[in-house]
């Protein structure tokens, strides 16, 4: 297989504030440095945050609800609320165990596409109108509480080894058994910065702690992080 240069970058992830620059080439021809590059449909970028990643699946997102707000004027409820879960939300949703957002700037972009969304299925654009109570009526959870369900979902799959990574060189079972732990009681890893604390380890390992305290209400319980919401 031969590569292109011209379609091939270098970047450094980093969070140095002094980086060290190197040249590479390939096929004697030396390969241009960038911040940010798309690979698998994700936008990664150099200093390791997601918000180049967020403006594009958000910008992508409204621009397919506005194709259908000029395409489906006239459609029923139903209709419009099929095309806004086929169409838009899975751009919101695509591998999102990997980049779940953690700041708040990140979240609510994320949650004004679904308000959008809202109005559209609901007809309804008038400025004194009640976004939540449209979203209540149409019963749509938060997008950061299903992306915490798929959160779970994958560390399901971890644990029962439906995926063909192997879970013990990132999940350690707890050596102390406390009122509080359970038989999926895992360590959280030790982090020193919010890229790693936020990452689907060591941020959903604590989901599940609680998540399991919740479904069993013997056990005292504890709160959600704030960025996880109830489990409703």
Request: net charge positive.
């Amino acid at each position: 297989m031969s590569f292109n240069p011209l379609k091939c970058n270098v970047m450094h992830f980093t969070r140095s504030r002094n980086q060290t620059g190197y040249i590479y080439s390939l096929h004697n021809q030396a390969l241009s440095a960038v911040q940010s590059t798309k690979y698998l449909g994700l936008t990664l970028s150099s200093d390791l945050n997601w918000n180049s990643h967020t403006d594009n699946v958000t910008a992508k997102a409204n621009r397919t609800l506005g194709l259908l707000r000029r395409n489906l004027p006239r459609a029923s409820q139903p209709t419009k609320e099929l095309a806004y879960k086929a169409l838009v939300r899975p751009q919101l949703e695509y591998a999102t165990p990997v980049w779940d957002p953690h700041s708040h700037r990140n979240i609510n972009k994320l949650e004004m596409v679904q308000r959008r969304a809202a109005r559209f299925v609901l007809h309804n654009y008038h400025n004194t109108s009640s976004v939540t109570t449209m979203l209540q009526l149409l019963q749509w959870k938060p997008l950061i509480y299903r992306r915490v369900s798929n959160r779970l979902t994958v560390l399901h799959n971890f644990i029962h080894q439906t995926i063909a990574i192997e879970p013990v060189t990132y999940l350690i079972p707890v050596t102390r058994h406390t009122r509080f732990s359970h038989q999926y009681s895992y360590l959280r890893p030790l982090t020193r910065c919010d890229y790693y604390k936020h990452s689907f380890f060591p941020s959903t390992i604590i989901y599940e702690t609680n998540y399991q305290q919740q479904q069993h209400p013997a056990r005292p319980s504890q709160s959600l992080p704030p960025h996880s919401g109830q489990w409703t």
